[in-house]
Nanobody, 124 residues
């Protein structure tokens, strides 16, 4: 049974930084892609960043390019999202997700496993 647990959310002032972490367990191989998604109140869930199993491919949503960095450590079964220069519009619940495939995956409907989410609030 795959299990994902996010941590690192919190309240931060605009311009500040947070580092989200997702601890994964239960995978039977390293060949899984991971992604970070977010959902703000009244809005649909959107992709923030995605990474392939071997870190060869990374994707960033336009609004976070240059500010956020996704990384993963397969030996530790973790994926992280470093968020810098945070803006109030980054406020949302952030979820990590995983799916058994080698390529990065951008479509949330393709992900099979989800964490419970962690709240990020950026004050102006």
């Amino acid at each position: 049974q795959v299990h994902l647990v996010e941590s690192g959310g919190g309240l931060v002032q605009a311009g500040g930084s947070l580092r989200l972490a997702c601890a994964a367990s239960g995978f039977t191989s390293d060949y899984y892609a991971m992604g970070w998604f977010r959902q703000a109140p009244g809005k649909e869930r959107e992709i923030v960043a995605a990474i392939s199993w071997n870190r060869g491919s990374r994707y960033y949503e336009n609004s976070v390019k240059g500010r956020f960095t996704i990384s993963r450590d397969n030996a530790k079964n973790t994926v992280a999202l470093q968020m810098n220069s945070l803006k109030p519009e980054d406020t949302a619940i952030y979820y990590c997700a995983a799916v058994y495939t080698v390529s990065q995956v951008l479509n949330d409907l393709r992900y099979d496993y989800w964490g419970q989410g962690t709240q990020v609030t950026v004050s102006s």
